[in-house]
């Protein structure tokens, strides 16, 4: 649970996704999820963003003062691509925060608190529904107007400059944490 003595609220709400007040902490970096959401073939849902010149990353979202990392990233889930607990695995979680700095033409320097850039937590998902409960039109204001699957590496050289090192190190910890996994797995079929 992320707890509000070591963050700031803003009292300005407006630019927010859920009309919440925006939760920045001391250093001024913003709690953020990041979803990295797998198919069974091992690839990876890659969306395009709404406002961006071609611009394509992964689901991701504040986390607000009364929510865990988790409640954040299935509250995201549903807004940015439709899909709810039902419809995903859980396989991995990064440990701890993964920070990326704004290029100083993004910092709102008028906002206060001021938001230099995000810290992640990052999840590994499996979708275990069909393609088409992948909705990008459930919530008022979409994040993404389109989505495809991509290799697992893909997104490291294709997301913007600033969010490069964050998502190489995230898809790298969440692939190492699931590896166990896959060998147990692996390694029980094999006594079969």
């Known amino acids: 649970m992320i707890h509000a003595r070591n963050l700031a609220v803003s009292s300005e709400k407006?630019?927010?996704?859920?009309?919440?007040?925006?939760?920045?902490?001391?250093?001024g970096f913003?709690?953020?999820v990041g979803i990295v959401i797998s198919n069974k073939e091992g690839r990876v849902l890659w969306g395009r963003r709404v406002k961006g010149r071609d611009s394509w990353q992964f689901p991701q979202g504040g986390i607000d003062a009364d929510e865990s990392a988790e409640e954040a990233m299935f509250r995201e889930l549903r807004e940015e691509v439709g899909l709810l607990p039902e419809h995903v695995t859980v396989l991995?979680?990064?440990?701890?925060w993964h920070k990326y700095r704004l290029?100083?033409?993004?910092v709102r320097k008028h906002e206060s608190p001021m938001c230099i850039g995000q810290k992640q937590k990052w999840f590994l998902l499996r979708l275990e529904a069909g393609d088409d409960a992948v909705r990008l039109d459930l919530d008022d204001t979409p994040e993404f107007d389109h989505w495809r699957w991509v290799s697992y590496w893909h997104p490291v050289?294709?997301?913007v400059d600033f969010k490069r090192d964050v998502y190489r190190a995230a898809l790298s910890e969440l692939l190492a944490a699931e590896q166990p996994?896959?060998?147990?797995?692996?390694?029980?079929?094999?006594?079969r």
């Open 14 to 27: 407006k630019g927010t996704e859920s009309g919440k007040a925006r939760v920045i902490d001391e250093q």
């Open 30 to 32: 913003r709690p953020n």
């Open 92 to 96: 991995a979680q990064t440990k701890g």
């Open 103 to 106: 290029p100083a033409k993004y």
């Open 157 to 159: 050289a294709a997301v």
């Open 181 to 191: 996994r896959r060998a147990r797995r692996r390694g029980g079929r094999r006594r």
